[in-house]
Nanobody
Framework: QVQLAESGGGLVQAGGSLRLSCTAS????????ISWFRQAPGNEREFAAA????????YYADSVKGRFTISRDNAKNTVYLQMNSLKPEDTAVYYC???????????????????WGQGTQVTVSS
């Protein structure tokens, strides 16, 4: 079992960058696929990006593709989300989630994840 904690959120102007971190406790971190989701006020939580257990495969929502990069360092039990060219519509609480599975169509479904962090706020001003 892993416990997840996000950090790195903040306030940034449109066009700027932020790097989020998702740090896990536990010795089995490398067994988990890790995804980032986000939730804007009044909206459902939506999938943003995911990375396979070894880091060799990454997946992105169309809304962030080309601007966000997900990576992981299993030695540090950490997954990163580098966010560039930020837009006001990227404003949301960002959550990381863990799942022991290969990425498939169900990986964008929040109900398939049993481990979540507490979230970190990202606010992009225009």
């Amino acid at each position: 079992q892993v416990q997840l904690a996000e950090s790195g959120g903040g306030l940034v102007q449109a066009g700027g960058s932020l790097r989020l971190s998702c740090t896990a406790s536990g010795r089995t971190f490398s067994n988990y696929m890790i995804s980032w989701f986000r939730q804007a006020p009044g909206n459902e939580r939506e999938f943003a990006a995911a990375i396979s257990r070894g880091g060799g495969n990454t997946y992105y929502a169309d809304s962030v593709k080309g601007r966000f990069t997900i990576s992981r360092d299993n030695a540090k039990n950490t997954v990163y989300l580098q966010m560039n060219s930020l837009k006001p519509e990227d404003t949301a609480v960002y959550y990381c989630a863990a799942r022991i599975a290969l990425f498939d169509s169900s990986s964008q479904d929040t109900t398939r994840y049993g481990r979540w962090g507490q979230g970190t706020q990202v606010t992009v001003s225009s």
